[in-house]
């Protein structure tokens, strides 16, 4: 029992911690650009310095696994959404071509010194996940970690990822979900008092719901860490 519990209040912090780097950085000016998109580009911009740094901790604790769950199941020509700093880069088979997304220029900036690093030959664009900037059907695989639940409307971002993808293509997710524990739940469902006003960071949202209604067969579903983070592998039907 003791030890269920302290399980309980690992997981209840490891909620409120990843949200704190966005919230964090997400001071706002007057006069400034209030809309969603300009709001996260902002918040995003704000962090990118420190991003790598401080999610390496939860990378370690929280969601530990998940970054090469995404890379072992990615096919043919993949887009990332949200691509952020290129966490996720070294984890991509080499036979892949990768084509990425993110709002922030500054973490774009730092994904492509990423990817001049490991020498890999990947495609940086700067866009909005909830209107991107390519055709129906032209990727095989489309990958996101750690972003609908900043993404202002995670509905139209996965309707948008079912576009791009081709019949039969991949939809890869990787999330912080609100959790199967009650007392983790309650903890996330305060946090987000502060986290959504501050910067758009959701801890009680839930994608599989959102990947079943837009039409995606699902293959595999995790959930992980008293359910606080939620892995997704779904397909689009053919």
Sequence with gaps: ?????????????????????????????????????????RVWDRAAPGYDRQIAFFERTWFSGGREWLGERARGRVLEVAVGTGR?????????????????????????????????????????????????????????????????????????????????????????????????YAAQWLLERASVLAAGEHFTRRQLPLVKAAGFQVVEAQR???GTIERIHAVKPS
């Excluded at 994904?111 to 866009?127: C, H, I, M, P, S």
């Design 88 to 184: 996720n880069l070294p984890h991509y088979p080499a036979e892949v071509t990768v084509v990425g997304v993110e709002l922030s220029p500054a973490m774009l900036s730092v994904a492509r010194q990423r990817a001049t690093r490991l020498g890999r030959d990947v495609d940086l664009r700067e866009g909005d996940a909830q209107h991107l900037p390519f055709g129906e059907a032209s990727f095989d695989t489309v990958v996101c970690a750690l972003s609908l639940c900043t993404i202002p409307s995670p509905v139209e971002a996965v309707g948008e990822m079912r576009r791009v993808l081709r019949p039969g293509g991949r939809l890869l997710l990787l999330d912080h979900v609100g959790s199967t524990w009650p007392p983790v």
């Design 224 to 226: 992980l860490n008293a």
């Design 1 to 41: 029992m003791h030890r269920r519990a302290r399980a309980r209040r690992g997981a209840a912090a490891r909620a409120s911690g990843h949200g704190m780097i966005s919230i964090m950085a997400s001071a706002e000016k007057p006069g400034t650009d209030r809309s969603p998109a300009a709001r996260q580009r």
